[in-house]
C-alpha cells in the first residue's frame, strides 16, 4: 500500500507559478507511474501530468509546455512546476500512484479510482 500527501497549493494570480509536492510512503516495488490529477468544480478529474519509474512522462495537451512534473526518489517526492497558470487551471489537485505500471509511448497511464490516492491541495488562479 502507497500513501500519499500533497501539499503546496494556494492562490495566484495568472501568469503566475506554483510548485506542487507529494510526499511518497511505502514500497512502490520500483515499477510504478505516478501522476498529478486535478478536479474542477462541475467537471469531471483529468489527468495532468505522469511519470513512471523510468522517467518517461505524459502530459495533458493544456499543460505542455508550461508544467513540469518530477520526482525525487531520495526524498520519496513527487513534484508539479506549474508556471504561467492561467484561470482554468484552478481546480483541486490529487497525486496518484500505480504500482506495475508504465508511460507507454507518452500517453497518460491508466491511474484510477482503486489505485492510491493522496487527499488533494487547492489551486486557485484568479484572472
Known amino acids: 500500500q502507497v500513501q500519499l500527501v500533497e501539499s503546496g497549493g494556494g492562490s495566484v494570480q495568472a501568469g503566475g507559478s506554483l510548485r506542487l509536492s507529494c510526499v511518497v510512503s511505502?514500497?512502490?516495488?520500483?515499477?510504478?507511474?505516478m501522476g498529478w490529477f486535478r478536479q474542477a468544480p462541475g467537471k469531471e478529474r483529468e489527468g495532468v501530468a505522469a511519470?513512471?519509474?523510468?522517467?518517461?512522462?505524459s502530459y495533458v495537451d493544456s499543460v505542455k509546455g508550461r508544467f513540469t512534473i518530477s520526482e525525487d526518489n531520495a526524498k520519496n517526492t513527487l513534484s508539479l512546476q506549474m508556471n504561467s497558470l492561467k484561470p482554468e487551471d484552478t481546480g483541486m489537485y490529487y497525486c496518484?500512484?500505480?504500482?506495475?505500471?508504465?508511460?507507454?509511448?507518452?500517453?497518460?497511464?491508466?491511474?484510477?479510482?482503486?489505485?492510491?490516492w493522496g487527499q488533494g491541495t487547492q489551486v486557485t488562479v484568479s484572472s
Open positions: 511505502g514500497n512502490t516495488h520500483n515499477n510504478y507511474c
Open positions: 511519470i513512471d519509474s523510468d522517467g518517461r512522462t
Open positions: 496518484a500512484a500505480r504500482l506495475w505500471c508504465q508511460v507507454l509511448r507518452g500517453l497518460f497511464p491508466p491511474i484510477g479510482g482503486s489505485d492510491s
